[in-house]
Every structure is written in C-alpha cells, then in structure tokens.
C-alpha cells in the first residue's frame, strides 16, 4: 500500500492504515520537504511536509466535510471536502447549503515557523539530507498560477471560523468592479511571516490539523505531514474592491487569510513532537547511522575544545559543557527541574575589544542545532520586541525574541551593555529575560491579561562583572595570563580543530547527553540528605537551592560522563566543583548587582 498523493486518494483509504504506513521512516522520509523545496517545485494539494515551531494558534474554523452539489439539470452529487480550502463546484453547479445530508466539521489552523535561530549546519545537513525534488510535476505550482486563477474563477473558498463568521466567497474574478483598482495590501510581508528573529527570518506555513487539538503547545517543535493548498484565491487581496469595501476589520482578513505563495497552507493527517531538532539523529532523514559516541572520550575531547576557548580554565569548561546538555526534565509548582542559567563573568577586559564574546559563540553555534546570540547593547534592550504580543486589529499573536523552540541556546552578550538609561521597553525586556530564567516560562502579552508559557531555553549570560540578571550559576572565569594573550590564536586554533568527524561526535554527543536518562539510588539519596545535613550546620545561610544546584550539577556531570545512575564519585566531585566555584565569587566586588524576579 502506498501513500496517497491527493486528499480523495486519503478519503478513498483507511486513514488509520495511512498512518500506520507513515510510522516507516523510509514513508516518512520520502515525502518532499516544504522548508527546503522551492513552490515552483510542487504541485498543488500535493502530499508535503513541513517542520517548525507552532508559534501562533488561531481560532477554531467550521468547515464543510461533506456536501451536496446541485447540478443545473437539477442532479445532486456528494462531495468530500475535508483536507482542502476550496469548494469543488464545476461550472453551473451550486452547493446546497440546506441539503440534509451536509456534514459540517471543525479544524485548527495552526501558524508554525520553521525552527527559530537554527543554525547553518544543521539547515543544510536537513536539506541535503532529504528527498531530492529535480523536475517540476506537471501542473506545478510555479506554471499553473495564472491558470489556476483562469480556470477556478467559478471556485468557492469556505474559509468560515466560529468567531467571525465570515464567509469568503470567490465566484468572481479578482477584479469584478469596473473602473476600480485593487486596494493595497494594508500588512508587509514582515509582519505577516511573524519571525521571532527578524535578523534571521523563518519560513512560515499555515498548519490545518482535524483531531487531538489539545496535543498542540504554543512553541513545540513539530513535523507535519500532509496536503500543500495553495491556490490563489486563498489570498485576501483577490477580492475585488466591492467586497473588501463590505470588510469591517481588513486587517483582520489580510492577516488570516495571506498569499499562498507567501505563506501556504498544508492540511495535516500525520504528525510527530520532535524530542530535539538535531538532523544527525532524526531517522525520518535517513542518513547513515550515527557510529557510537563514547561518552568518556568525547567528554574529554570537547572539554579540552571548551578549555581552549576559555582561557584554559578548566572548572569553567566544565561548567559550560554542563549548561550545555542541560535541559528542564521536571516541573512542579514552585521550580523548573534541569534548568542550569550560567553566568560566566570576570572576563578579561583586554579581550572585550577583541570580539570575544562573538567568537566564543560562533564556536558554539558549530556545536549546536539551533541557538541565537544577543548583544545586550541600550538600543536593543529599549526597542526590541522579546515577548510576543496579541494584536487585536488582525487577531495575530505578535512575536518575540524570546519565543523560541525548546532547546535553542540563548547567548546574551552583557559586555555590549554601555551607559545610558533603560527606558520603559529596556526595563520590560530586562524583567522578561530574569522571568525566563527564573521559572523556564515565557509571558505573553494580551493586552487585558497575560499568560505564562512552559519553555526550555538554555540560557548562557556573558558578563564583565556579576551579571545584573539571575542566574542558577554564577562562574567567574579564572584566566591564565598567556591564554589571554593567545587568545586570538586559541579562537582560531578551536576551530581548526574542529574537523568533520569531530564535529559531527561532538554534535551527537551533545544531544544524545541531554535526552539520557538519569536516576539516583536510595542508598545515595540517604548520603545526599545527611551531607545537606552536615551542610547547614557548617553554613546556616545554605537553603534548599543550594542542594538542587548540587543534584541539577552532579545529574549532568555523571551523564557528560556517560552514566546513568549517580554514584558517588561523580557526587563529591559536584561538591569539589561548587566549593572552587563559591571561592572564586568571594574575590568579587561586593557592588556587584544581581536583578532578583
């Protein structure tokens, strides 16, 4: 049995068997890929698939899923619409609104962006990795466009959602009103990609799904397999000046309803969560296999790697190797369970000027599938936009810099902060940032009210002194006085270092770390609770977070190491890592200030 191609070969087929068929990587695999596929390259209603985070979700639609077409010999016929935007009436039919025997379902419209702050090695690893589309289908989008408009003028488009009510009817041609001309599009293409990084923009891709609506999050990370619709009438700026002048809320309609060949809508019957958004160990891609990573040595090669980079600082090389496996793999009421914010500050001064800060991320992005580094200069902290924003005029929810998937690596750049004064915007953006790192969760303005979103966003702060926001660690670098002087060369050195097939371990290695599983024995837990014990009555001023640091510390140093139980080796050397790093934050200027959420 093979996949269908068109959504009346799935209405034809058992969906449950279609799916079925869809749990083959090699089925999955070779569906072409609408992030690396140019449109002229497809062929409307054409089985596609799209990855992206789910950065908007829009109201519940009402739409026919079976109707009734009146011929005008006065013959009836039945017809699915499930899986497609536009009514299928031939010329001289007509749909039976009243007609028993219509079926009426509902679907969510789902605005999804391909991964935010996805780095350029794992883009094109995804890209080379997936189904190779040479020719162009016959009847391809790219030469049908004038076509389609010639050919579906006598097209409905039911577009109808339970809060508007709107119908949108596209009997017409575009430009039925004589003597008049079109009106401009009131919204630019920016606003209506949404990309939570304008500097580096995402496609976007208009997601209908029919079923389980309560498994979609606000910025999971999603694979959606399905139907391309991208006939040209979906757009909001062919209708004709008459009926737009009958549009109360213009804006509105344009933003819903965008060009196809901007943003094109895919009607959804498979999906998977994607656990991680590294390509070298998705088996949907098909790649050869990953050769088994040893732990042990990895571990040792990339601290070393993190060692150069850092001055030769081995305490801090392990710190940064531990944020960087770190993920939040529990929550309860009060705590986000994993989440391991570094602060690494004390960097040498004579390095600053030297771009460092930049060149120690470009390193990391090497490392990772997806990442973004913010230099926390005045005019970005007043300007920028961080959380994202209900705009009620288009019922569009507005991104943010801080709307990113789960796992992207957040690298903000202290050392660009200069004097001035943090305007409103500045404060707000600052007060984001330490309610992200506090709690793992991302506010949402809309307007009356806002809501907190569970995320999982490592977050790494670059700083001279103690950095102004929180952090769960706070490491001062301890640099040796010949690597700052070899510090150019160092950069430079690391990145040769970086070969191919060290890359790619390096690459494995670190996601295959952070979705290890990790436990703790009761015997140890009695160790854990005698030596908080013995803790508090050395230092009265030792809380419960201290302890979670030691547990969230000593969990990732047993894993980086290949483990999967604590034991107690790895548990004093947590101890031993913590006492060296509390010594070095007494060298620290008292005035040093930290922002408290």
Known sequence: MELPKTPD??????????????????????????????????????LVRFRGMVQDMMDPEIYLERYEIKSANGTTRLQEGKYRDCLRLAKEEQLDYNAESNVHG????????????????????????????????????????????????DMDIDSTDDVSSQKRQCKESPS???????????????YLLNSPLPDRPSMACMIKVYEDFDKYTLNSLMDFVGFLSVDPALDAATLDVEAMQQMECLSELQAQNPSPFLIPRLHAFGVKSLAHANPLLDRSLLQPSVADVQADTVHKDLRMLLKLCL?????????????????????????????????????????????????????????????HYLPMSLDTMNSAAFAPKKDYET??????????????????????MQQGKLEANGVQAIQHLAHLINNQQLKCDFQYYQIDYNVDIPVLVLSEGRSMLPSDFVLPINADAKAVDMSEESMKAALHYLQPQRLQQFRSYLTLARTSEFSVSEELTETIQQYFVDMRKANVKSNADDLHGLLVLSRLLGISRGKVALDKET???????????????????????????
């Open 106 to 153: 509902e679907r969510r419209t789902l605005f999804v962006v391909s991964l935010p702050g996805q780095n350029a090695w794992a883009k094109e690893h995804e890209k080379e990795c997936g189904p190779e589309m040479t020719t162009t289908p016959e009847g391809g989008v790219g030469v049908g466009i004038k076509r389609a408009f010639d050919e579906k003028e």
């Open 176 to 190: 039925t009103v004589s003597g008049a001309e079109k009106p401009t599009a009131v919204l630019g293409a920016e």
């Open 395 to 416: 019922n569009k929810l507005v991104s943010g810099l801080l709307q990113l998937a789960p796992h992207t690596h957040l690298v903000l750049d202290e050392t660009h």
């Open 9 to 46: 070969e799935l209405s034809a087929q058992d969906l449950a068997r279609c799916k079925q068929l869809l749990e083959d990587p090699a089925k999955w695999h070779s569906i072409p890929l609408l992030n690396h596929t140019p449109l002229h390259k497809l062929k409307d209603l054409g």
């Open 571 to 597: 548990w004093h050397l947590a101890t031993e890592y913590e006492s060296k790093r509390r010594q070095r934050l007494q060298s620290l200027p008292k005035s040093s200030a930290q922002l408290r959420n």
């Open 311 to 371: 001055f030769e600082d081995d305490l801090a090389a392990e710190y940064l190797l531990s944020h960087l496996i770190s993920t939040v793999y529990s929550r309860s009421e009060m705590q986000s369970i994993g989440k391991f914010a570094l602060n690494l500050c004390n960097l040498p001064k004579d390095c600053l000027p030297k771009d460092y800060t930049r060149k120690l991320y470009e390193v990391l992005e090497l490392l990772l599938p997806a990442s």
